[in-house]
């Protein structure tokens, strides 16, 4: 069965500082990756998706993250974090772009000035 | 992106009493929406989707008769909670997608209803 773990459920950073949020998922097939942010009262963002390719992928905010088929991983990245990233972050796994998805916890971000 | 609008953002309602959840794609034909509902620090959790004229598909372990799903227009979904108990108290958030023309398509997600039942 499909799973997701995202191990860290609060993260705080100072503003300006480096993030990465840990995702780990379980999947029998090639996994269709997301990462989503959801600020409070907002719907889900999609911040970047993983299909195939390079696995190294851009998304929208200056975020980025990394597939690593060895570990299991699509961590997200951001080299520095401005205080309006405080939110909650969702990594997710899908069989395709259109389909149900399975998410992890979530990660709560909180920025520090 | 595509807007979709879900409606109330809020409710608390009384046990026994039912509540509706309405999802609204504002502005592209959602042929698919994904209905999911997350409990306090854990996932969001699917609990059925549902095609555009169709009968919703339900997850395994969720009660099709209590969690009522129509999905009669293009532009509009709604979930129904029959005869809601404390334990029904959560978060439902709806996701709308576009499978026409075929191809990949992004799942657009609703702001999310915040269920109270006291």
């Known amino acids: 069965a499909q799973s997701v773990t995202q191990p860290d459920i609060h993260i705080t950073v100072s503003e300006g500082a480096s993030l990465e949020l840990r995702c780990n998922y379980s999947?029998?097939?090639?996994?269709?990756l997301f990462w989503y942010v959801q600020s409070p009262g907002q719907g889900l963002q999609l911040l970047l998706k993983?299909?195939?390719?390079?696995?190294l992928v851009q998304g929208i905010k200056g975020f980025e993250a990394e597939f690593k088929r060895s570990q299991s991983s699509f961590n997200l990245r951001k080299p520095s974090v401005h205080w309006s990233d405080a939110a909650e972050y969702f990594c997710?796994?899908?069989?395709?772009?259109?389909?149900?998805?399975?998410f992890g916890a979530g990660t709560i971000l909180r920025v520090k000035s | 992106g595509a807007v979709v609008s879900q409606h109330p953002s809020r409710v608390i309602c009384k046990s026994g009493t039912s509540v509706k959840i309405e999802c609204r794609s504002l502005?592209?034909?959602?042929?698919?929406m994904f209905w999911y509902r997350q409990f306090p620090k854990q996932s969001l959790m699917l609990m059925a989707t549902?095609?555009?004229?169709?009968?919703?598909?339900?997850e395994q372990g969720v009660e099709k008769d209590k969690f009522l799903i129509n999905h009669a227009s293009l532009t509009l979904s709604t979930l129904t909670v029959t005869s809601a108990h404390p334990e029904d108290s959560s978060f439902y958030i709806c996701?709308?997608?576009?499978?026409?023309?075929?191809?990949?398509?992004?799942?657009?997600f609703g702001q999310g209803t915040r269920l109270t039942v006291v």
């Open positions: 997710a796994v899908g069989a395709g772009y259109g389909n149900k998805l399975v």
């Open positions: 996701s709308a997608i576009n499978r026409l023309g075929g191809g990949n398509t992004e799942a657009f």
């Open positions: 549902s095609n555009e004229g169709s009968k919703a598909t339900y």
């Open positions: 999947y029998g097939a090639t996994p269709y």
């Open positions: 993983y299909f195939s390719g390079d696995t």
């Open positions: 502005d592209f034909q959602a042929t698919t």
